[in-house]
């Protein structure tokens, strides 16, 4: 049988020389078209000016890297590097080709929880619990919605809380 690359391009080209391709039964790929990303796009590009400023980094990459921290219980650096060793992290974070170079600096992703506020990290979160728990072939170990105060999000945004609430 012969199939043509241009009706079934690969993933990271560049990376899989010979055509190889990902595992679509891979978790994280699975994850990625349950997600609502458009929301998260749209929630995202409210905290940013139209037309002034240096442009902010996408918000599929931000979410993606949030999420992956939340997922693997991991530091800023720790989810950086695991995206930065994993085409299937990169593919979930919605890059094209594989990023052999540094990408993201793991700073910015205290500066964007810091700026996009505890709403819509409990936003991010609860749209990530709801996508678990809809298919439950989806195995990530971290994640405990009944256990309250567990992730990472649910404690980061009550510490904002009560430091407002004072």
């Known amino acids: 049988m012969y199939r043509s690359e241009k009706f079934n391009p690969t993933l990271f080209g560049k990376l899989f020389h010979l055509g190889g391709k990902l595992a679509d039964s891979?978790?994280?790929?699975?994850?990625?078209?349950?997600?609502?990303?458009?929301?998260?796009?749209?929630?995202?590009?409210r905290y940013f000016s139209?037309?002034?400023?240096r442009p902010a980094r996408d918000s599929r990459l931000?979410?993606?890297?949030?999420?992956?921290?939340q997922l693997k219980n991991l530091s800023d650096e720790d989810a950086v590097a695991e995206f930065m060793e994993s085409?299937?992290?990169?593919?979930?974070?919605?890059?094209?080709?594989?990023?052999?170079?540094?990408v993201i600096n793991p700073g910015i992703l205290s500066e964007r929880r810091r700026r996009l506020g505890p709403d819509f990290?409990?936003?991010?979160?609860?749209?990530?619990?709801?996508?678990?728990?809809?298919?439950k072939d989806l195995k990530f170990r971290s994640v405990r919605p009944e256990a309250a105060g567990a992730c990472c999000f649910g404690a980061l945004a009550e510490k904002i809380r009560s430091f407002?609430?004072?």
């Not at 978790?27 to 458009?38: C, G, H, I, N």
């Open 26 to 45: 891979n978790r994280w790929l699975k994850l990625a078209e349950v997600l609502p990303w458009e929301r998260f796009d749209a929630s995202y590009g």
């Open 50 to 53: 139209a037309g002034y400023g």
């Open 62 to 69: 931000i979410c993606g890297l949030l999420a992956v921290k």
């Open 87 to 102: 085409p299937y992290i990169q593919a979930f974070c919605g890059q094209e080709y594989f990023a052999l170079e540094d």
């Open 121 to 135: 990290l409990s936003m991010l979160e609860t749209e990530l619990s709801a996508a678990l728990k809809a298919d």
């Open 164 to 166: 407002f609430a004072k």
